[in-house]
């Protein structure tokens, strides 16, 4: 008996505390948002909705599982970011440096992304469904695609 109950407290209590776990760093978010700049932040799974990151400097920063639906980030720095599993649904990406940054499993669907530098960008699992891609490296394909740098 002590053991099924050890067993199911085992189980059960990390889910009591799913709720209240938010891994960003407060302070880096009020960075963020005053500054507009945040270079190599902790911003896992931060609340970014609608937000106005016009020319944002997020180099180097951890966006992991963010949530940025409807975000602008025209103009941000993004070299180096880790997006990966962020909700980018509806975002607005033009001019944007994507260089190195890792994209995999995020969610571009119905993003707006032109002229923007993916070169060296990690893609894997990447959702662009319903998105308006205009010069811009994004769904070339292929071992041998040729994704130009800026210089």
Known sequence: MKYKLLAITTLVTPLLFTGLVNAENPRHVEQLL???????????????????????DLRGSNLQGANLTKANLEGADLTGANLQG??????YLTNVNLKNT?????????ATIHDSNVYGASMGNLDISDANI?????????????IPDWK
Do not use: M, P, W, Y
């Open 34 to 56: 005053s500054d507009g700049v945040c270079v190599q932040c902790d911003l896992s799974g931060a609340n970014l909705s609608s937000t106005h990151l016009i020319g944002a």
């Open 86 to 91: 962020a909700n980018l649904t509806s975002v």
């Open 102 to 110: 890792n994209l995999d499993g995020a969610n571009l669907s119905r």
């Open 134 to 146: 205009f010069n811009t490296g994004i769904g070339v394909g292929g071992e041998d695609a040729q």
